[in-house]
């Protein structure tokens, strides 16, 4: 009996099966970041920090109406000011929007030699149905210029956002996403 009993263990390891002079594999987690990463092909890193906004509203409705009061509302002389703005008031993906706005309009010379403008109003907010915390952001807008005659004629039209909302804290909200439809 013994003499089959080394015989498969012997046909186990020679097969690739079993590994009889490893140590035994051990339950515990990796002890390091880097052993984690070489056993998981993934380096674990830490959680980002905590975003804030330089200022919140009371409901979300609030926090979305400011927001897009601002977005579509400005002129080729403010629009970069007005971006920055809008990004330090926000978090998350409309932060990053925002601040990537800011950076291309500061260098974008047909905007500024333009004289480009817009104006609009927020029409309507509504909850959008299957998703919490995002919204339907209806706008009515016309964008003007004073140096060329691009926009001349152009009647105001309409256009639709989706906004997410996040809540920092009881009764504060603020802007987190930002998605232009039309």
């Known amino acids: 009996m013994r003499g089959v009993a080394a015989g498969i263990a012997c046909a186990l390891a020679l097969g690739g099966c ?20 070489q056993a998981t092909h993934e380096y ?6 905590r975003q804030s906004a330089a200022g919140a509203s009371a409901t979300p409705v609030q926090a979305i109406d400011a927001f897009a009061t601002a977005y579509i509302n400005w002129t080729a002389a403010s629009v970069t000011a007005d971006a920055r703005a809008l990004a330090a008031h926000s978090i998350g993906q409309a932060r990053s929007m925002m601040s990537l706005t800011a950076a291309e309009t500061a260098q974008d010379y047909e905007l500024q ?21 995002r919204y ?35 009764g504060r909200w603020v802007l987190s996403g930002w998605q232009p439809e039309s």
């Open 136 to 170: 339907v952001v209806v706008t009515r807008e016309l964008t003007t210029a004073t140096n060329t005659s691009a926009y001349q004629g152009l009647r105001p039209g309409w256009h639709l956002a989706i906004a997410t909302v996040s809540r920092l804290r009881p």
């Open 18 to 37: 079993v590994n009889l002079t490893a140590p035994p594999r051990s339950a515990t987690r990796p002890t390091s970041k880097l052993t984690q990463a």
């Open 113 to 133: 030699r333009g004289g480009i403008a817009n104006r609009g109003t927020v029409e309507a907010i509504a909850p959008l149905l299957s998703s919490r915390d």
């Open 44 to 49: 674990p890193s830490p959680l980002p920090p």
